[in-house]
């Protein structure tokens, strides 16, 4: 296993990441557990999950396979926080009121004294940014977090983010994670060069489009059952015309 390190920290995560979505959802609680045993027998020690896996679940699995393993302090494990946790008006976004909240929910789910790397999972418009900020500071002085980083954010608003920690001596983040793949590759337009200057790691997720470029939709074929796209309707942004053809190009090349 190849081992990088994650941005502009000192933090070293392995090149693959094992993505936690589905725990709890499509996986089951017994195959989520191992394959969590699997990644980090095969040298795999960065583990990311979400609260809003399944309302928590993920990342209630995800905190038992790895206590089961005594392996904690070998793992970088991040979560996410700010999408819709509940009903309430205050039930996402990345106030104070919610960030706090947000965080001690996953240390208990996740059954750890701390969170390696707390990103926040989309964009909240509305939350001044100095007050996120200073909130994600607040948790790395209490140990609760110990490097922040964003998910989907656009550059303009992680370069705006990047001048108040320098200005104030907040959080700095070290990583962003777009979505990025061979059907999606928008992100080299431009995040990838802002990420590079300034040393911002980058995490991919959905690195197989979901599914597509592992060949499992093939073009002209009936989808399989029991798949992302198995219910796709017509007009889906994701399942295309376009991305079938692409894929049939890609397996030929491959």
Not at 96 to 103: E, F, G, K
Request: with cysteine.
């Amino acid at each position: 296993m190849q081992y990088r390190q994650l941005g502009r920290s000192g933090m070293r995560v392995s090149a693959l990441c094992l993505g936690t979505m589905n725990f709890g959802g499509r996986t089951d609680e017994e195959t989520s557990i191992r394959m969590v045993n699997q990644a980090l027998d095969a040298g795999i020690n960065f583990i990311d999950t979400a609260d809003v896996y399944g309302r928590g679940v993920s990342e209630e699995i995800t905190g038992k396979a790895i206590q089961a393993t005594g392996r904690r302090d070998d793992i970088v494990l991040a979560t996410k926080a700010v999408a819709n946790m509940g009903d309430g008006p205050n039930d996402h976004g990345a106030s104070r009121y919610h960030l706090v909240r947000a965080c001690e929910a996953s240390l208990r789910r996740l059954n750890t004294d701390r969170i390696d790397l707390y990103q926040l999972h989309i964009v909240d418009l509305t939350t001044p940014l100095d007050e996120v900020l200073e909130t994600l500071d607040t948790l790395v002085r209490q140990g609760k977090i110990l490097y922040v980083g964003t998910s989907k954010w656009p550059p303009t608003l992680i370069m705006e983010a990047l001048a108040i920690s320098r200005r104030e001596g907040l959080p700095r983040f070290v990583s962003e994670q777009p979505p990025y793949q061979m059907l999606d590759r928008g992100v080299e337009n431009e995040l990838v060069w802002m990420c590079l200057r300034q040393g911002i790691g980058i995490i991919p997720w959905g690195p197989l489009a979901y599914g597509m470029l592992a060949g499992i939709y093939r073009k002209g074929e009936p989808v399989p059952p029991g798949h992302r796209f198995s219910n796709a309707k017509e007009g889906n942004r994701r399942f295309t015309p376009e991305a079938l053809d692409a894929v049939e190009a890609y397996l030929a090349l491959a």
